[in-house]
């Protein structure tokens, strides 16, 4: 862990940006607070669609890459999405190259981007977790990890982020693999996902991220069985901006690593809202399907909040 | 000729010119605030008020329209109501304004030295037709068939968008008695040398594909699928291929129909 990391866990960091956006987190220094939420933003895909104006317009402060696992994943079956009021399920399953073609093809094009690399790793058991930690521990393009939690481990049956003592042991397991910032995205299917913070604090992770999305189902609208391939997904959007503002709420206050915010964050308004219950950064994610540069304007709005804020105060 | 013109980035407000029923279909006009696009790409469109944002309500999400044409500075797409999504797109009229994210995707791509070209579209299928017909008109100089399948008088009012289309309607009221494919088989006895271009439902696209393969006959699919974003960031729109999953907004929306083992696909139109 290097030094600027562990000063980071002072808790002034927890009021927000500085008044010209910069926000440090786990020793980076970031230009605004506003990241991607895993998983909702693929750069490469869209560098084919937009260019190189999306290296020069990036929107986010830091980007956090898609899960990648131990072994090559096609993902769920289709259909994959479900629109419903006021957002959205997904059950997209996880695609991605593995470990060892991440590594060599999204690895050099995702170290391109203008913004600090967070990437996202989950495994299926603790010592596939441990791979994907050790396979990023010495890479300098990598700045941060993020551990995705939000599956069961098979060995136990238990789901990593669920259970205080599974996290625990998690950490336990890849704390020493690797001196980056450790950050676990917490799941709001969990009963008490401030105690799984908590347990994830105190076996020495840098910070911890949530919401995840919320568990949901649809049914087909002719046959009545489920509409997904992979009958149950991930509920994300505006409808679930009020459930991860409480669970912001409740971890910031047990914990005093730095919190990323996020759940249907759409406008800058959202954000502050986020950094006000505690959280350091805030994720926007399903918002970036209906605008590719939402990020951008968000944190727009929110400086916009902040000035307006200033000169009140004057 | 490339099959990309590259999107500006982000989505652009965009002003309605004209909104006009044709037939079942409604014709949406608006200005163009991005490069010209390829034939076959597509656009996400949204109504810029009263669409979600907070709100409890459907739509929440834009909805994937290729182009009908892109004449000038304007884009014309062709709607049909058949959601909330398409419903309050049909309600728009001049003044109103869109958000546009695009041109997206990848379009049609050449036919080949010496193949003829053959469109065959079915309903709300034939607008991307529309725009590479004209197209394939410019720049080979020769001329294409056209081959429309509706399911009645009413939606085959929109052939009059294109140029001396064949038309089959479901019901018999227009042209030939039956579905479009029957037109398909009869075109390519006549010519084996033809590259066939397909947009329609699903069904329609399987049986271009299974007649084209069995055929030996090259063919290009613009397909749907349900689409979340419309460049690659979701995953949600991904067509079963023989290399495995493709996301539909990146690596199509047209396909070749050889790198599929069906064209029936699950979660369109939603």
Same mark, same amino acid.
């Given at each position: 862990?290097?030094?600027?990391?562990?000063?980071?866990?002072?808790?002034?960091?927890?009021?927000?940006?500085?008044?010209?956006?910069?926000?440090?987190?786990?020793?980076?220094?970031?230009?605004?607070?506003?990241?991607?939420?895993?998983?909702?933003?693929?750069?490469?895909?869209?560098?084919?669609?937009?260019?190189?104006?999306?290296?020069?317009?990036?929107?986010?402060?830091?980007?956090?890459?898609?899960?990648?696992?131990?072994?090559?994943?096609?993902?769920? #079956?289709?259909?994959?999405?479900?629109?419903?009021?006021?957002?959205?399920?997904?059950?997209?399953?996880?695609?991605?190259?593995?470990?060892?073609?991440?590594?060599?093809?999204?690895?050099?094009?995702?170290?391109?981007?203008?913004?600090?690399?967070?990437?996202?790793?989950?495994?299926?058991?603790?010592?596939?977790?441990?791979?994907?930690?050790?396979?990023?521990?010495?890479?300098?393009?990598? +700045?941060?990890?993020?551990?995705?939690?939000?599956?069961?481990?098979?060995?136990?049956?238990?789901?990593?982020?669920?259970? #205080?003592?599974?996290?625990?042991?998690?950490?336990?397991?890849?704390?020493?693999?690797?001196?980056?910032?450790?950050?676990?995205?917490?799941?709001?299917?969990?009963?008490?996902?401030?105690?799984?913070?908590?347990?994830?604090?105190?076996?020495?992770?840098?910070?911890?991220?949530?919401?995840?999305?919320?568990?949901?189902?649809?049914?087909?609208?002719?046959?009545?069985?489920?509409?997904?391939?992979?009958?149950?997904?991930?509920?994300?959007?505006?409808?679930?901006?009020?459930?991860?503002?409480?669970?912001?709420?409740?971890?910031?206050?047990?914990?005093?690593?730095?919190?990323?915010?996020?759940?249907?964050?759409?406008?800058?308004?959202?954000?502050?809202?986020?950094?006000?219950?505690? +959280?350091?950064?805030?994720?926007?994610?399903?918002?970036?399907?209906?605008?590719?540069?939402?990020?951008?304007?968000?944190?727009?709005?929110?400086?916009?909040?902040?000035?307006?804020?200033?000169?009140?105060?004057? | 000729?490339?099959?990309?013109?590259?999107?500006?980035?982000?989505?652009?407000?965009?002003?309605?010119?004209?909104?006009?029923?044709?037939?079942?279909?409604?014709?949406?006009?608006?200005?163009?605030?991005?490069?010209?696009?390829?034939?076959?790409?597509?656009?996400?469109?949204?109504?810029?008020?009263?669409?979600?944002?907070?709100?409890?309500?459907?739509?929440?999400?834009?909805?994937?329209?290729?182009?009908?044409? +892109?004449?000038?500075?304007?884009?014309?797409?062709?709607?049909?109501?058949?959601?909330?999504?398409?419903?309050?797109?049909?309600?728009?009229?001049?003044?109103?304004?869109?958000?546009?994210?695009?041109?997206?995707?990848?379009?049609?791509?050449?036919?080949?030295?010496?193949?003829?070209?053959?469109?065959?579209?079915?309903?709300?299928?034939?607008?991307?037709?529309?725009?590479?017909?004209?197209?394939?008109?410019?720049?080979?100089?020769?001329?294409?068939?056209?081959?429309?399948?509706?399911?009645?008088?009413?939606?085959?009012?929109?052939?009059?968008?294109?140029?001396?289309?064949?038309? +089959?309607?479901?019901?018999?009221?227009?042209?030939?008695?039956?579905?479009?494919?029957?037109?398909?088989?009869?075109?390519?006895?006549?010519?084996?040398?033809?590259?066939?271009? !397909?947009?329609?439902?699903?069904?329609?696209?399987?049986?271009?594909? !299974?007649?084209?393969?069995?055929?030996?006959?090259?063919?290009?699919?613009?397909?749907?699928?349900?689409? !979340?974003?419309?460049?690659?960031?979701?995953?949600?729109?991904?067509?079963?291929?023989?290399?495995?999953?493709?996301?539909?907004?990146?690596?199509?929306?047209?396909?070749?129909?050889?790198?599929?083992?069906?064209?029936?696909?699950?979660?369109?139109?939603?």
């Amino acid at each position: 862990m290097s030094a600027p990391a562990r000063a980071s866990r002072a808790r002034g960091s927890s009021h927000g940006p500085a008044p010209d956006g910069r926000t440090s987190f786990c020793g980076l220094e970031l230009a605004h607070p506003i990241v991607n939420g895993s998983g909702t933003f693929d750069a490469i895909a869209a560098r084919r669609t937009f260019g190189d104006a999306l290296l020069t317009e990036f929107p986010f402060a830091a980007f956090v890459s898609k899960t990648v696992t131990v072994e090559p994943r096609q993902g769920n #079956p289709p259909p994959r999405l479900w629109e419903q009021p006021g957002g959205m399920l997904n059950s997209i399953g996880l695609p991605n190259r593995g470990l060892r073609g991440f590594l060599e093809h999204d690895l050099p094009a995702l170290a391109e981007l203008p913004v600090p690399l967070v990437v996202n790793v989950m495994g299926f058991t603790r010592e596939e977790v441990a791979t994907l930690v050790g396979g990023f521990a010495e890479r300098e393009e990598v +700045a941060a990890l993020e551990l995705n939690v939000s599956c069961p481990n098979v060995e136990t049956g238990l789901v990593m982020g669920a259970d #205080p003592g599974e996290t625990a042991a998690l950490l336990a397991r890849v704390r020493p693999l690797t001196t980056k910032p450790l950050i676990v995205k917490l799941t709001p299917n969990a009963s008490a996902p401030g105690s799984v913070a908590e347990a994830a604090e105190s076996a020495g992770a840098d910070a911890v991220s949530l919401v995840n999305t919320l568990r949901g189902m649809a049914a087909h609208p002719r046959s009545g069985g489920p509409w997904l391939g992979g009958v149950t997904g991930g509920l994300s959007g505006p409808a679930i901006r009020t459930v991860a503002l409480a669970a912001v709420r409740d971890v910031a206050r047990r914990v005093t690593i730095p919190v990323v915010g996020m759940g249907g964050v759409g406008s800058g308004g959202d954000a502050d809202d986020l950094l006000r219950a505690g +959280a350091t950064l805030v994720g926007v994610g399903t918002e970036s399907f209906r605008d590719p540069a939402a990020g951008t304007r968000i944190a727009a709005e929110l400086a916009g909040l902040r000035e307006k804020e200033s000169t009140v105060r004057g | 000729m490339s099959r990309r013109t590259l999107a500006p980035f982000g989505r652009r407000r965009a002003t309605v010119r004209e909104a006009r029923g044709i037939g079942a279909y409604d014709l949406l006009a608006c200005e163009n605030p991005g490069p010209a696009p390829r034939p076959g790409q597509f656009y996400m469109l949204a109504a810029a008020e009263r669409w979600g944002g907070g709100a409890a309500e459907r739509p929440f999400l834009p909805r994937a329209l290729s182009h009908l044409r +892109a004449p000038g500075d304007d884009l014309h797409f062709l709607l049909e109501d058949v959601g909330p999504g398409t419903r309050r797109l049909a309600e728009l009229h001049p003044g109103h304004e869109l958000w546009l994210t695009g041109p997206l995707g990848r379009g049609f791509g050449p036919p080949g030295e010496g193949r003829r070209p053959l469109l065959v579209g079915g309903g709300i299928g034939v607008a991307p037709l529309a725009a590479w017909q004209d197209d394939l008109g410019a720049t080979t100089g020769g001329t294409c068939t056209l081959l429309l399948g509706f399911r009645d008088a009413a939606h085959a009012a929109a052939a009059a968008l294109l140029r001396d289309p064949l038309v +089959a309607t479901d019901d018999g009221s227009v042209g030939h008695p039956g579905v479009v494919t029957e037109l398909l088989v009869a075109e390519l006895e006549r010519d084996s040398g033809a590259v066939v271009y !397909a947009c329609g439902p699903p069904p329609m696209l399987e049986a271009v594909r !299974a007649i084209c393969a069995e055929r030996g006959a090259p063919a290009q699919l613009a397909m749907e699928s349900g689409m !979340a974003c419309g460049y690659g960031a979701c995953f949600g729109c991904v067509v079963p291929t023989r290399e495995g999953y493709v996301r539909l907004c990146v690596e199509g929306p047209v396909l070749d129909a050889g790198s599929l083992e069906s064209a029936l696909v699950m979660g369109a139109g939603h």
